[in-house]
């Protein structure tokens, strides 16, 4: 089943603490053009600096405040990037991810964006 994603990311959250880049967040690398594929899709959030993961969390939420049940979050390539791992295939509908990240200079930021799932 494919599933395009269309990912809504203000810039505010990229432009928000220039001065403190490094916890947060560069952009969410679901593409808007690309589909998301299921069972085994991931929602990416990139960094610009390598991010510690055992202090990070990333909490996927549908339209309805419910929490989606995920896999354990994991760092992906040089540590700038987070995998999240979905259970099971999203269905149509807006949903928001909620993210917290220290970088590995020990800086703290957190944030949220919203995105689309149309079949």
Same mark, same amino acid.
């Given at each position: 089943?494919?599933? &395009?994603?269309?990912? &809504? #990311? !203000? #810039? /505010?959250?990229?432009? #928000?603490?220039? $001065?403190?880049?490094? $916890?947060?967040? *560069?952009?969410? &690398?679901?593409?808007?053009? *690309?589909? +998301?594929?299921? !069972?085994?899709?991931?929602?990416?959030? @990139?960094?610009?600096?390598?991010?510690?993961? /055992?202090? /990070?969390?990333?909490?996927?939420?549908?339209?309805?405040?419910?929490?989606?049940?995920?896999? @354990? !979050? *994991?760092?992906? =390539?040089?540590?700038? =990037?987070?995998?999240? !791992? #979905?259970? &099971?295939? +999203?269905?149509?509908?807006?949903?928001?991810?909620?993210?917290?990240?220290?970088?590995?200079?020990?800086?703290?930021? *957190? =944030?949220?964006?919203?995105?689309?799932?149309?079949?």
């Amino acid at each position: 089943m494919n599933i &395009a994603v269309k990912c &809504a #990311l !203000p #810039l /505010a959250a990229v432009l #928000l603490f220039p $001065a403190m880049a490094s $916890a947060s967040l *560069e952009a969410p &690398a679901s593409s808007l053009s *690309e589909p +998301l594929r299921a !069972p085994d899709a991931n929602l990416v959030l @990139k960094f610009p600096d390598r991010v510690k993961l /055992a202090s /990070a969390s990333i909490e996927l939420i549908d339209a309805n405040s419910r929490r989606i049940a995920t896999d @354990k !979050p *994991e760092l992906r =390539g040089d540590g700038t =990037g987070v995998n999240l !791992p #979905l259970r &099971a295939p +999203l269905q149509p509908g807006i949903y928001t991810v909620k993210w917290h990240a220290t970088s590995s200079d020990g800086r703290v930021n *957190e =944030g949220s964006y919203d995105f689309h799932v149309d079949l």
